[in-house]
């Protein structure tokens, strides 16, 4: 691959152009940076300095939220992870009132009702080593890109799934959600390469982790459903959801018990039900593991769905709203 260069320096207004003209259609509609105290909805103009250790080590902490119908869907819970996150890797932790108006602020002003917001706290520019001292503080960055809806809702027939021969973290790396995601970002090209759709990672003993941005729960045939209680599994927000309100399940008699246990690849095929969770995916049937298709008719995946579905689009418990359109 080759790439070009202008003869001369450019002008930083030329630049800026350029770049303009190299983002036609940037998925971005608003971001804000603490580094200008501000938002923006040109997409040229949502930007971080290369020299951000973000950019060049990966050095920061993430969160992806959703909002649909005009609410942020479990935003609480989002950022008390990125807390969590932040002081494990000894960035400053944001005020979570003053992080719940600025997601609002950026939200609002994209004038999407369904979106996605990327929240990302970086360790802050200062250079290009790898020493996190040079920075000169953490910064702040969200990013807000439109919402085609969850997956469960696009894909009602399922999805096709394989076992990840990428290499893992180790588990206490796991338990942060960094912004190095080089073994994530390796599944998913696995899977695309393999004609699936997911990845799952398995860890020591052939343990039943998680895939690339989601989590793995089954049912078994005498209806008892399951997730993974390994070490090396990101604590999921949405799969905390979708396990609170499988107990709706067990009052109605669909379900026998909801339960963390561990789990291997034998409880995937013997499976009566199998199915990915996440935050853009609300509650997805597994329809073929490896190849072979898994379980049969998914009462309890449908039914689970819809209760999360419910609850993401209406229920003012978990919703934050965003307001009126972009000022």
């Given amino acids: 691959m080759r790439f070009s ?4 320096i450019l002008p930083s207004g030329d630049a800026l152009s350029r770049l303009a003209a190299a983002l036609p259609e940037s998925p971005v509609r608003a971001m804000y940076s603490s580094l200008v105290g501000g938002i923006v909805t040109d997409p040229a103009a949502a930007v971080v300095p290369v020299d951000d250790h973000l950019v060049h080590r990966g050095d920061g902490v ?3 939220c959703i909002c649909m119908d005009g609410g942020i869907y479990n935003l609480p819970a989002h950022l008390a992870r990125l807390a969590a996150s932040a002081r494990r890797v000894g960035l400053a932790e944001p005020e979570p009132e003053n992080l719940t108006d600025l997601c609002v602020r950026v939200v609002r002003a994209s004038g999407l009702r369904d979106a996605s917001l990327r929240i990302l706290l970086a360790r802050g520019p200062g ?7 040079e920075s000169r503080g953490p910064q702040l960055y969200l990013v807000v890109t439109p919402f085609p809806g969850l997956l469960m809702d696009r894909a009602p027939e399922g999805v096709e799934v394989i076992r990840s021969r990428v290499p893992r973290y180790p588990p206490s790396y796991t338990e942060v959600k960094t912004c190095n995601y080089l073994p994530n970002v390796l599944m998913k090209q696995e899977a695309s390469r393999r004609g699936a759709s997911f990845a799952l990672a398995f860890g020591p003993e052939g343990v039943l982790l998680e895939g690339a941005t989601e989590n793995v729960m089954v049912v078994t045939p005498d209806r008892r459903l399951l997730a993974p209680a390994a070490d090396g599994i990101l604590h999921g927000t949405t799969v905390s959801r979708a396990l609170d309100l499988a107990g709706r399940l067990v009052e109605e008699g669909a379900l026998a018990e909801v339960t963390r246990e561990l789990l291997h690849e034998s409880d995937l095929l013997r499976c009566a039900e199998a199915m990915l969770v996440g935050t853009t995916l ?10 072979r298709p898994l379980g049969g008719p998914e009462p309890v995946v449908r039914r689970l769905g819809q209760l999360l579905g419910e609850e993401i689009r209406a229920d003012s418990r978990y919703r934050v709203p965003v307001g009126g359109p972009r000022t």
């Fill in 5 to 8: 260069c202008h003869d001369s």
């Fill in 62 to 64: 993430f969160e992806t």
């Fill in 127 to 133: 250079g290009m080593g790898v020493h996190p001292d």
């Fill in 282 to 291: 609300g509650v997805v049937p597994i329809a073929r593991y490896e190849g």
